[in-house]
Protein backbone atom coordinates (compact mmCIF):
# COMPACT_ATOMS: atom_id res chain seq x y z
CA UNK A 1 0.00 0.00 0.00
CA UNK A 2 3.01 2.40 0.45
CA UNK A 3 4.16 2.19 -3.51
CA UNK A 4 7.63 3.13 -3.35
CA UNK A 5 10.29 1.33 -1.13
CA UNK A 6 12.45 2.88 1.07
CA UNK A 7 15.21 1.48 2.34
CA UNK A 8 15.12 -1.06 5.22
CA UNK A 9 13.15 0.07 7.85
CA UNK A 10 15.06 -0.53 10.84
CA UNK A 11 17.39 2.50 9.88
CA UNK A 12 14.30 4.82 9.58
CA UNK A 13 13.55 7.10 12.46
CA UNK A 14 10.27 8.94 13.20
CA UNK A 15 9.61 12.36 14.61
CA UNK A 16 5.88 13.55 15.70
CA UNK A 17 4.08 16.48 16.35
CA UNK A 18 0.46 17.56 17.07
CA UNK A 19 -1.53 20.38 18.16
CA UNK A 20 -5.23 20.96 19.18
CA UNK A 21 -7.57 24.08 18.62
CA UNK A 22 -11.01 24.97 20.20
CA UNK A 23 -13.62 25.01 17.76
CA UNK A 24 -14.67 28.00 16.28
CA UNK A 25 -18.63 27.45 17.76
CA UNK A 26 -16.99 26.60 21.22
CA UNK A 27 -15.59 29.60 21.18
CA UNK A 28 -17.90 31.32 20.29
CA UNK A 29 -20.38 29.37 22.75
CA UNK A 30 -17.54 29.33 25.40
CA UNK A 31 -17.59 26.12 26.00
CA UNK A 32 -14.34 23.69 26.63
CA UNK A 33 -11.90 22.08 24.24
CA UNK A 34 -13.38 18.07 24.63
CA UNK A 35 -10.26 16.58 22.31
CA UNK A 36 -6.91 15.66 23.70
CA UNK A 37 -3.84 14.35 22.19
CA UNK A 38 -0.61 12.69 23.93
CA UNK A 39 2.67 11.51 22.37
CA UNK A 40 4.74 9.31 23.23
CA UNK A 41 8.09 10.01 24.11
CA UNK A 42 7.42 13.87 24.69
CA UNK A 43 9.69 14.63 22.24
CA UNK A 44 8.07 13.00 19.75
CA UNK A 45 11.27 11.09 18.49
CA UNK A 46 10.95 7.40 17.97
CA UNK A 47 10.88 4.44 16.91
CA UNK A 48 9.16 3.30 19.10
CA UNK A 49 6.31 6.37 18.81
CA UNK A 50 2.82 6.20 20.44
CA UNK A 51 0.15 8.94 18.92
CA UNK A 52 -3.45 9.02 20.51
CA UNK A 53 -5.75 11.90 19.81
CA UNK A 54 -9.47 11.69 21.56
CA UNK A 55 -12.94 13.09 20.89
CA UNK A 56 -14.68 13.79 23.98
CA UNK A 57 -18.44 13.75 22.45
CA UNK A 58 -20.74 17.56 23.00
CA UNK A 59 -23.53 16.50 24.03
CA UNK A 60 -24.84 17.18 27.76
CA UNK A 61 -25.41 13.78 28.84
CA UNK A 62 -21.27 13.25 28.07
CA UNK A 63 -20.50 16.43 30.54
CA UNK A 64 -17.07 15.43 31.63
CA UNK A 65 -15.84 13.90 27.85
CA UNK A 66 -13.34 16.50 28.10
CA UNK A 67 -11.59 14.44 31.60
CA UNK A 68 -12.97 11.47 29.34
CA UNK A 69 -10.37 12.27 26.47
CA UNK A 70 -7.61 12.75 28.14
CA UNK A 71 -7.80 9.97 30.30
CA UNK A 72 -8.24 8.38 26.99
CA UNK A 73 -5.14 9.17 25.61
CA UNK A 74 -3.22 8.25 28.93
CA UNK A 75 -5.12 5.09 28.36
CA UNK A 76 -4.00 3.98 25.57
CA UNK A 77 -0.40 5.34 25.83
CA UNK A 78 0.12 2.88 28.88
CA UNK A 79 -1.66 0.26 26.99
CA UNK A 80 0.71 0.55 23.71
CA UNK A 81 3.61 0.86 25.85
CA UNK A 82 2.98 -2.93 27.56
CA UNK A 83 1.54 -4.08 23.73
CA UNK A 84 5.36 -2.95 22.37
CA UNK A 85 7.56 -4.31 25.55
CA UNK A 86 5.80 -7.85 25.12
CA UNK A 87 8.28 -7.94 21.66
CA UNK A 88 10.92 -6.08 23.36
CA UNK A 89 11.30 -8.31 26.02
CA UNK A 90 11.23 -11.63 23.62
CA UNK A 91 8.01 -12.58 25.48
CA UNK A 92 6.32 -13.04 22.06
CA UNK A 93 6.34 -13.46 18.19
CA UNK A 94 5.22 -10.73 15.67
CA UNK A 95 2.77 -13.17 14.77
CA UNK A 96 1.34 -13.47 18.27
CA UNK A 97 1.70 -9.84 18.68
CA UNK A 98 -0.73 -9.16 15.43
CA UNK A 99 -3.36 -11.56 17.13
CA UNK A 100 -2.68 -9.68 20.14
CA UNK A 101 -3.28 -6.48 18.49
CA UNK A 102 -6.80 -7.88 17.17
CA UNK A 103 -7.91 -9.91 20.13
CA UNK A 104 -6.26 -8.10 23.21
CA UNK A 105 -4.98 -4.80 22.69
CA UNK A 106 -8.77 -3.49 22.60
CA UNK A 107 -10.41 -4.54 25.48
CA UNK A 108 -6.76 -4.09 27.49
CA UNK A 109 -7.62 -0.13 26.42
CA UNK A 110 -11.09 0.20 27.03
CA UNK A 111 -10.31 -1.51 30.58
CA UNK A 112 -7.83 0.69 31.60
CA UNK A 113 -9.89 3.85 30.45
CA UNK A 114 -13.00 2.69 32.46
CA UNK A 115 -10.48 2.28 35.45
CA UNK A 116 -9.27 5.46 35.89
CA UNK A 117 -12.55 7.26 34.81
CA UNK A 118 -14.00 4.98 37.97
CA UNK A 119 -11.30 6.40 39.78
CA UNK A 120 -11.95 9.72 38.57
CA UNK A 121 -15.52 9.74 39.91
CA UNK A 122 -14.61 8.56 43.38
CA UNK A 123 -12.01 11.12 43.40
CA UNK A 124 -14.54 13.61 42.20
CA UNK A 125 -18.38 12.97 42.62
CA UNK A 126 -20.77 14.33 39.95
CA UNK A 127 -22.12 17.08 41.35
CA UNK A 128 -26.20 17.49 41.13
CA UNK A 129 -26.23 20.63 39.29
CA UNK A 130 -24.41 18.35 36.26
CA UNK A 131 -27.65 16.12 36.65
CA UNK A 132 -30.17 19.01 36.84
CA UNK A 133 -28.66 20.60 33.85
CA UNK A 134 -28.94 16.91 31.90
CA UNK A 135 -32.67 16.71 33.39
CA UNK A 136 -33.59 20.09 32.16
CA UNK A 137 -32.16 19.32 28.69
CA UNK A 138 -32.69 15.77 28.39
CA UNK A 139 -35.42 15.00 30.79
CA UNK A 140 -35.33 12.31 33.57
CA UNK A 141 -34.99 8.92 31.85
CA UNK A 142 -31.77 10.56 30.72
CA UNK A 143 -30.74 11.52 34.06
CA UNK A 144 -31.23 8.14 35.61
CA UNK A 145 -29.39 6.57 33.04
CA UNK A 146 -25.89 8.44 33.89
CA UNK A 147 -26.81 8.31 37.12
CA UNK A 148 -26.80 4.41 37.09
CA UNK A 149 -23.99 4.54 34.72
CA UNK A 150 -21.74 7.61 35.32
CA UNK A 151 -19.46 6.42 32.74
CA UNK A 152 -21.62 7.67 29.91
CA UNK A 153 -20.52 11.01 30.93
CA UNK A 154 -17.26 10.41 30.30
CA UNK A 155 -17.77 9.52 26.90
CA UNK A 156 -14.57 9.70 23.91
CA UNK A 157 -13.53 8.42 20.79
CA UNK A 158 -9.89 7.54 20.53
CA UNK A 159 -7.38 7.19 17.62
CA UNK A 160 -3.90 5.42 18.00
CA UNK A 161 -1.27 4.96 16.22
CA UNK A 162 2.02 2.74 17.40
CA UNK A 163 4.96 2.82 15.40
CA UNK A 164 8.25 0.49 16.09
CA UNK A 165 10.81 -0.67 13.94
CA UNK A 166 9.34 -4.02 13.03
CA UNK A 167 5.51 -2.47 12.48
CA UNK A 168 2.84 -0.14 12.71
CA UNK A 169 -0.23 -0.57 14.08
CA UNK A 170 -3.37 1.84 14.29
CA UNK A 171 -6.25 1.18 16.24
CA UNK A 172 -9.67 3.69 15.90
CA UNK A 173 -12.92 3.79 17.48
CA UNK A 174 -15.23 6.16 16.42
CA UNK A 175 -15.12 9.10 14.33
CA UNK A 176 -12.48 10.82 13.00
CA UNK A 177 -9.38 9.71 10.66
CA UNK A 178 -6.09 7.98 10.13
CA UNK A 179 -4.31 8.22 7.30
CA UNK A 180 -1.02 7.00 5.36
CA UNK A 181 0.66 9.28 2.87
CA UNK A 182 3.41 7.34 1.02
CA UNK A 183 6.71 8.38 -0.73
CA UNK A 184 4.49 9.84 -3.77
CA UNK A 185 1.94 11.47 -2.03
CA UNK A 186 -0.62 9.01 -2.42
CA UNK A 187 -3.02 8.83 0.45
CA UNK A 188 -4.57 6.06 2.28
CA UNK A 189 -6.94 5.45 4.86
CA UNK A 190 -8.13 2.75 8.09
CA UNK A 191 -11.32 3.11 7.55
CA UNK A 192 -13.14 2.93 4.33
CA UNK A 193 -16.17 5.51 3.33
CA UNK A 194 -18.54 2.78 3.49
CA UNK A 195 -17.95 2.00 6.91
CA UNK A 196 -17.41 5.63 8.16
CA UNK A 197 -20.08 7.09 10.28
CA UNK A 198 -23.07 8.92 8.78
CA UNK A 199 -24.40 11.81 11.00
CA UNK A 200 -22.92 12.92 14.58
CA UNK A 201 -23.52 9.31 16.54
CA UNK A 202 -20.21 7.77 16.74
CA UNK A 203 -19.16 4.65 18.65
CA UNK A 204 -17.60 5.74 22.11
CA UNK A 205 -15.68 4.35 24.80
CA UNK A 206 -18.59 4.83 27.09
CA UNK A 207 -20.16 1.78 25.30
CA UNK A 208 -20.22 -1.74 27.97
CA UNK A 209 -19.07 -3.34 24.22
CA UNK A 210 -16.83 -0.56 23.09
CA UNK A 211 -13.69 -3.02 22.40
CA UNK A 212 -16.01 -5.02 20.15
CA UNK A 213 -16.03 -2.18 17.85
CA UNK A 214 -12.16 -1.11 17.45
CA UNK A 215 -11.01 -1.16 14.10
CA UNK A 216 -7.37 -2.43 14.80
CA UNK A 217 -4.75 -2.53 11.70
CA UNK A 218 -1.15 -4.05 11.85
CA UNK A 219 1.12 -3.48 9.26
CA UNK A 220 4.35 -5.22 9.23
CA UNK A 221 6.91 -2.58 8.08
CA UNK A 222 8.75 -4.95 6.18
CA UNK A 223 9.46 -3.55 2.88
CA UNK A 224 7.77 -0.48 2.74
CA UNK A 225 6.37 2.38 4.99
CA UNK A 226 3.88 5.33 5.15
CA UNK A 227 6.50 8.69 5.05
CA UNK A 228 3.60 10.22 6.98
CA UNK A 229 0.82 9.42 9.03
CA UNK A 230 -1.72 11.33 10.29
CA UNK A 231 -4.41 10.83 13.05
CA UNK A 232 -7.25 13.56 13.22
CA UNK A 233 -10.65 13.98 14.93
CA UNK A 234 -13.81 14.98 13.21
CA UNK A 235 -13.50 18.28 13.25
CA UNK A 236 -11.35 18.22 10.82
CA UNK A 237 -12.71 15.55 8.58
CA UNK A 238 -15.86 16.80 8.70
CA UNK A 239 -14.62 20.64 7.28
CA UNK A 240 -14.45 18.92 3.85
CA UNK A 241 -17.76 18.05 3.20
CA UNK A 242 -17.32 17.87 -0.56
CA UNK A 243 -15.18 14.69 -0.79
CA UNK A 244 -13.17 12.54 1.27
CA UNK A 245 -10.32 13.73 -1.25
CA UNK A 246 -10.47 17.00 -0.31
CA UNK A 247 -9.30 15.66 3.39
CA UNK A 248 -6.81 13.25 2.07
CA UNK A 249 -5.53 16.26 0.39
CA UNK A 250 -4.26 17.34 3.87
CA UNK A 251 -1.97 14.23 4.23
CA UNK A 252 -0.11 14.81 0.76
CA UNK A 253 -0.24 18.81 1.42
CA UNK A 254 1.70 18.34 5.03
CA UNK A 255 4.01 15.61 3.30
CA UNK A 256 4.99 18.60 0.75
CA UNK A 257 5.06 21.24 3.73
CA UNK A 258 7.57 18.84 6.12
CA UNK A 259 9.65 18.41 2.91
CA UNK A 260 9.93 22.17 2.15
CA UNK A 261 10.25 23.50 5.42
CA UNK A 262 11.09 20.70 8.05
CA UNK A 263 8.48 19.54 10.68
CA UNK A 264 10.05 22.24 13.15
CA UNK A 265 8.50 24.97 11.56
CA UNK A 266 5.00 23.26 10.08
CA UNK A 267 4.38 22.22 13.56
CA UNK A 268 4.91 26.01 14.51
CA UNK A 269 2.19 26.41 12.09
CA UNK A 270 -0.37 23.37 13.30
CA UNK A 271 -2.44 26.00 15.21
CA UNK A 272 -3.29 28.61 12.52
CA UNK A 273 -3.63 25.61 9.89
CA UNK A 274 -6.33 24.27 12.42
CA UNK A 275 -7.56 27.54 13.75
CA UNK A 276 -8.46 28.75 10.10
CA UNK A 277 -10.16 25.40 9.19
CA UNK A 278 -12.12 25.52 12.07
CA UNK A 279 -13.56 28.83 11.52
CA UNK A 280 -14.04 28.61 7.81
CA UNK A 281 -15.13 24.70 8.07
CA UNK A 282 -17.22 22.59 10.91
CA UNK A 283 -16.78 24.80 13.58
CA UNK A 284 -15.69 21.67 16.10
CA UNK A 285 -12.70 21.24 17.94
CA UNK A 286 -9.86 20.26 16.03
CA UNK A 287 -6.92 17.99 16.61
CA UNK A 288 -3.89 16.67 14.88
CA UNK A 289 -1.07 14.47 15.10
CA UNK A 290 1.29 13.55 12.49
CA UNK A 291 4.32 11.60 12.51
CA UNK A 292 6.64 11.64 9.47
CA UNK A 293 9.50 8.66 8.23
CA UNK A 294 12.74 10.40 8.20
CA UNK A 295 15.76 8.44 6.82
CA UNK B 1 10.47 33.52 -3.44
CA UNK B 2 7.54 31.02 -3.29
CA UNK B 3 5.58 30.81 -6.05
CA UNK B 4 2.36 32.34 -6.08
CA UNK B 5 0.11 29.27 -6.63
CA UNK B 6 1.54 27.57 -3.88
CA UNK B 7 -1.47 26.53 -0.90
CA UNK B 8 -1.60 28.60 2.32
CA UNK B 9 -3.65 26.21 4.02
CA UNK B 10 -3.24 22.97 3.60
CA UNK B 11 -5.91 20.41 2.23
CA UNK B 12 -8.98 20.69 -0.52
CA UNK B 13 -11.23 23.20 -0.11
CA UNK B 14 -12.81 23.78 3.07
CA UNK B 15 -16.21 24.62 3.53
CA UNK B 16 -19.10 24.78 6.30
CA UNK B 17 -21.48 21.21 6.47
CA UNK B 18 -24.62 21.50 4.11
CA UNK B 19 -27.97 21.23 5.07
CA UNK B 20 -31.03 20.19 2.93
CA UNK B 21 -34.71 21.17 3.72
CA UNK B 22 -37.42 19.46 1.23
CA UNK B 23 -40.95 21.04 1.54
CA UNK B 24 -43.09 18.15 -0.23
CA UNK B 25 -46.56 19.71 -0.34
CA UNK B 26 -50.02 18.14 -0.77
CA UNK B 27 -51.51 19.64 -4.03
CA UNK B 28 -54.77 17.72 -4.26
CA UNK B 29 -57.88 18.72 -5.48
CA UNK B 30 -58.98 19.10 -1.66
CA UNK B 31 -56.36 22.03 -1.12
CA UNK B 32 -57.93 24.52 -2.86
CA UNK B 33 -61.14 24.50 -0.34
CA UNK B 34 -60.97 27.35 1.80
CA UNK B 35 -58.31 28.75 0.94
CA UNK B 36 -55.86 25.88 1.89
CA UNK B 37 -53.15 26.31 -1.25
CA UNK B 38 -53.15 29.91 -0.73
CA UNK B 39 -52.65 29.56 2.54
CA UNK B 40 -49.31 27.36 2.03
CA UNK B 41 -48.48 29.54 -0.43
CA UNK B 42 -48.59 32.62 2.18
CA UNK B 43 -47.13 30.70 4.97
CA UNK B 44 -43.78 29.45 3.43
CA UNK B 45 -43.11 32.96 1.54
CA UNK B 46 -43.86 34.94 5.13
CA UNK B 47 -41.32 32.24 6.13
CA UNK B 48 -38.43 33.28 4.03
CA UNK B 49 -36.89 36.17 5.60
CA UNK B 50 -36.94 34.12 8.98
CA UNK B 51 -35.00 31.36 7.32
CA UNK B 52 -32.73 33.54 5.65
CA UNK B 53 -31.94 35.41 8.89
CA UNK B 54 -31.32 31.77 10.50
CA UNK B 55 -28.90 30.80 7.56
CA UNK B 56 -27.37 34.14 7.75
CA UNK B 57 -26.88 33.77 11.60
CA UNK B 58 -26.38 29.52 11.10
CA UNK B 59 -21.97 30.42 11.25
CA UNK B 60 -21.82 26.09 10.96
CA UNK B 61 -24.04 25.60 7.53
CA UNK B 62 -24.75 26.30 4.18
CA UNK B 63 -28.61 25.63 4.02
CA UNK B 64 -30.38 24.27 0.37
CA UNK B 65 -34.17 24.66 -0.30
CA UNK B 66 -35.89 21.78 -2.68
CA UNK B 67 -39.69 21.76 -3.08
CA UNK B 68 -41.94 18.83 -4.60
CA UNK B 69 -45.60 19.26 -4.85
CA UNK B 70 -48.45 16.39 -5.38
CA UNK B 71 -51.27 15.32 -6.94
CA UNK B 72 -51.71 13.34 -9.88
CA UNK B 73 -48.50 12.20 -9.44
CA UNK B 74 -45.30 14.32 -8.19
CA UNK B 75 -43.25 16.43 -9.81
CA UNK B 76 -40.25 18.70 -8.46
CA UNK B 77 -41.81 22.39 -8.09
CA UNK B 78 -38.29 23.00 -7.47
CA UNK B 79 -36.09 20.84 -8.45
CA UNK B 80 -32.34 22.36 -7.88
CA UNK B 81 -30.60 22.58 -4.37
CA UNK B 82 -30.89 26.44 -4.41
CA UNK B 83 -29.11 28.67 -1.76
CA UNK B 84 -31.64 29.76 1.21
CA UNK B 85 -30.60 33.15 0.13
CA UNK B 86 -31.96 32.87 -3.35
CA UNK B 87 -34.96 30.95 -2.22
CA UNK B 88 -38.04 32.30 -3.81
CA UNK B 89 -41.39 30.52 -3.42
CA UNK B 90 -43.86 30.53 -6.47
CA UNK B 91 -47.45 29.95 -6.23
CA UNK B 92 -48.35 25.86 -5.76
CA UNK B 93 -52.23 25.28 -7.44
CA UNK B 94 -53.81 22.62 -6.11
CA UNK B 95 -56.25 19.54 -8.39
CA UNK B 96 -56.24 16.16 -8.57
CA UNK B 97 -55.71 13.16 -6.12
CA UNK B 98 -53.03 12.63 -3.23
CA UNK B 99 -49.92 10.61 -4.87
CA UNK B 100 -48.24 11.10 -1.23
CA UNK B 101 -45.81 7.93 -2.49
CA UNK B 102 -44.80 9.18 -5.41
CA UNK B 103 -43.48 12.30 -3.84
CA UNK B 104 -41.51 10.42 -1.22
CA UNK B 105 -39.94 7.96 -4.21
CA UNK B 106 -38.95 11.60 -5.32
CA UNK B 107 -37.58 12.40 -2.12
CA UNK B 108 -35.99 8.69 -1.75
CA UNK B 109 -33.96 9.50 -5.58
CA UNK B 110 -32.41 12.32 -4.14
CA UNK B 111 -30.99 11.13 -0.59
CA UNK B 112 -28.83 8.55 -1.74
CA UNK B 113 -25.61 8.58 -0.53
CA UNK B 114 -23.93 8.24 -3.75
CA UNK B 115 -25.74 12.12 -4.56
CA UNK B 116 -25.56 13.47 -1.15
CA UNK B 117 -22.42 14.52 0.57
CA UNK B 118 -21.80 12.23 3.31
CA UNK B 119 -20.29 15.20 5.68
CA UNK B 120 -23.68 17.20 5.68
CA UNK B 121 -26.20 17.42 8.55
CA UNK B 122 -29.16 15.23 8.54
CA UNK B 123 -31.86 16.67 5.92
CA UNK B 124 -34.93 18.54 6.92
CA UNK B 125 -38.22 16.54 5.31
CA UNK B 126 -41.37 19.22 6.05
CA UNK B 127 -44.64 17.06 4.53
CA UNK B 128 -47.86 18.81 4.34
CA UNK B 129 -50.64 17.59 3.60
CA UNK B 130 -54.97 17.76 4.14
CA UNK B 131 -55.83 14.15 3.49
CA UNK B 132 -54.97 11.06 2.63
CA UNK B 133 -52.60 9.34 0.12
CA UNK B 134 -53.91 7.83 -2.57
CA UNK B 135 -51.29 5.35 -3.77
CA UNK B 136 -49.07 3.40 -2.39
CA UNK B 137 -47.18 5.11 0.13
CA UNK B 138 -45.91 2.68 2.43
CA UNK B 139 -43.77 1.29 -0.43
CA UNK B 140 -42.25 4.38 -0.77
CA UNK B 141 -41.89 4.92 2.73
CA UNK B 142 -40.27 2.44 3.69
CA UNK B 143 -37.69 2.41 0.79
CA UNK B 144 -37.05 6.23 1.89
CA UNK B 145 -36.49 4.96 5.21
CA UNK B 146 -34.08 2.00 4.15
CA UNK B 147 -31.42 5.17 2.73
CA UNK B 148 -29.55 6.15 5.56
CA UNK B 149 -29.84 9.70 5.14
CA UNK B 150 -33.42 9.50 4.76
CA UNK B 151 -33.29 7.50 7.74
CA UNK B 152 -31.41 9.79 10.03
CA UNK B 153 -33.67 12.97 8.49
CA UNK B 154 -35.54 15.40 10.63
CA UNK B 155 -38.97 14.14 9.57
CA UNK B 156 -41.38 17.23 10.62
CA UNK B 157 -45.55 16.56 9.44
CA UNK B 158 -48.27 19.23 9.26
CA UNK B 159 -51.58 18.21 8.81
CA UNK B 160 -53.85 20.77 7.74
CA UNK B 161 -57.31 20.67 8.73
CA UNK B 162 -59.37 17.80 10.50
CA UNK B 163 -59.55 15.59 7.26
CA UNK B 164 -55.56 14.87 7.09
CA UNK B 165 -54.75 11.63 7.97
CA UNK B 166 -52.58 11.70 11.31
CA UNK B 167 -52.01 8.08 11.28
CA UNK B 168 -49.68 8.19 7.35
CA UNK B 169 -48.31 11.59 9.01
CA UNK B 170 -47.00 9.65 12.62
CA UNK B 171 -46.04 7.21 10.48
CA UNK B 172 -43.60 9.31 7.97
CA UNK B 173 -42.46 11.14 11.50
CA UNK B 174 -41.23 7.82 13.16
CA UNK B 175 -40.36 9.44 16.45
CA UNK B 176 -42.40 9.50 19.17
CA UNK B 177 -40.85 12.94 20.57
CA UNK B 178 -41.77 15.06 17.72
CA UNK B 179 -45.93 15.41 17.43
CA UNK B 180 -48.03 15.62 14.37
CA UNK B 181 -48.03 19.48 14.03
CA UNK B 182 -52.24 20.05 13.43
CA UNK B 183 -52.87 23.65 11.84
CA UNK B 184 -56.55 24.50 11.67
CA UNK B 185 -56.01 28.00 10.52
CA UNK B 186 -53.54 29.80 8.43
CA UNK B 187 -52.33 31.69 11.19
CA UNK B 188 -51.49 28.08 12.74
CA UNK B 189 -50.03 27.07 9.32
CA UNK B 190 -47.99 29.70 9.25
CA UNK B 191 -46.36 29.35 12.67
CA UNK B 192 -45.46 25.49 11.96
CA UNK B 193 -44.02 26.38 8.35
CA UNK B 194 -41.57 29.13 10.51
CA UNK B 195 -40.84 26.97 13.24
CA UNK B 196 -39.54 23.65 11.05
CA UNK B 197 -37.66 26.21 8.97
CA UNK B 198 -36.03 28.14 11.69
CA UNK B 199 -36.02 26.19 15.20
CA UNK B 200 -35.74 23.27 13.47
CA UNK B 201 -33.32 23.95 10.83
CA UNK B 202 -31.04 25.85 13.88
CA UNK B 203 -31.15 21.96 15.93
CA UNK B 204 -30.31 19.65 13.10
CA UNK B 205 -27.21 22.57 12.17
CA UNK B 206 -26.28 21.94 15.97
CA UNK B 207 -26.05 18.31 16.68
CA UNK B 208 -23.43 17.76 19.15
CA UNK B 209 -21.92 14.60 18.79
CA UNK B 210 -23.01 11.64 21.23
CA UNK B 211 -22.26 7.88 21.86
CA UNK B 212 -24.66 5.40 19.52
CA UNK B 213 -27.06 3.92 21.86
CA UNK B 214 -25.50 0.65 23.06
CA UNK B 215 -25.89 -2.64 21.09
CA UNK B 216 -26.98 -0.47 18.00
CA UNK B 217 -25.21 0.67 15.45
CA UNK B 218 -27.27 3.94 15.37
CA UNK B 219 -30.60 5.23 16.30
CA UNK B 220 -33.19 6.85 13.90
CA UNK B 221 -32.32 10.03 14.56
CA UNK B 222 -30.02 12.11 16.27
CA UNK B 223 -31.36 15.76 16.67
CA UNK B 224 -32.66 17.28 19.87
CA UNK B 225 -35.90 18.42 18.32
CA UNK B 226 -37.05 21.80 20.11
CA UNK B 227 -40.22 21.56 21.56
CA UNK B 228 -42.91 23.00 18.96
CA UNK B 229 -45.31 26.20 18.97
CA UNK B 230 -48.85 25.39 20.71
CA UNK B 231 -51.62 26.00 19.02
CA UNK B 232 -53.33 27.93 21.32
CA UNK B 233 -50.21 30.17 20.74
CA UNK B 234 -52.46 31.21 17.97
CA UNK B 235 -55.58 33.74 18.89
CA UNK B 236 -58.15 32.54 15.36
CA UNK B 237 -60.58 30.63 14.88
CA UNK B 238 -60.71 27.14 13.71
CA UNK B 239 -61.62 27.46 9.98
CA UNK B 240 -60.20 24.01 8.11
Redesign the interface.
Known sequence: MFGKQKQGPISIKWKAAGESVRGAKHVSSNTLNQDALRIWPEDGAGPPLILAVADGHGEISHFRSNIGSQLAVDAAIEESLSFIKQLEDNKTTIRELMKDAQNNLPRNIWRNWRDKVSEHIIASPTPQTEYIAVEMEKGIEKKREIALNPIIAYGTTLLIGIITREFLVSVQLGDGAIIFVNEEGEVDSLEKTSSREIGDETNSLCQSDAWRRFNVNFMVLKDSFPALVLLATDGYTKSYPGSEQDFFAVGSDYLEFIRERGLEEVSKQLEGFLNQTTSQGSGDDITLVLACSQN | MEKMEK?E??????????LHIFFIADCSGSMSEDGKIQSLNNAVKNAIPAMQDEAEQN??ATVYVRAIKFSNGAQWHIPQKTNVQDFKWTDLAAEGVTDMGKALDMVSGQLD?SSM????Y?PVLILVTDGHPTDDYESALADLMSH??GE?AVRIGIAIGKDANIDVLEEFIDNSEIPVLRANNPEQLALYIKWSTTAIVQAAS???????K??TQ??KG?V?IPTPPSASDVDAEDVW
Do not use: C, Q, T
Open positions: KLPGGPVSKRESNVPEKMPPWKAPPSKAKEGGSND
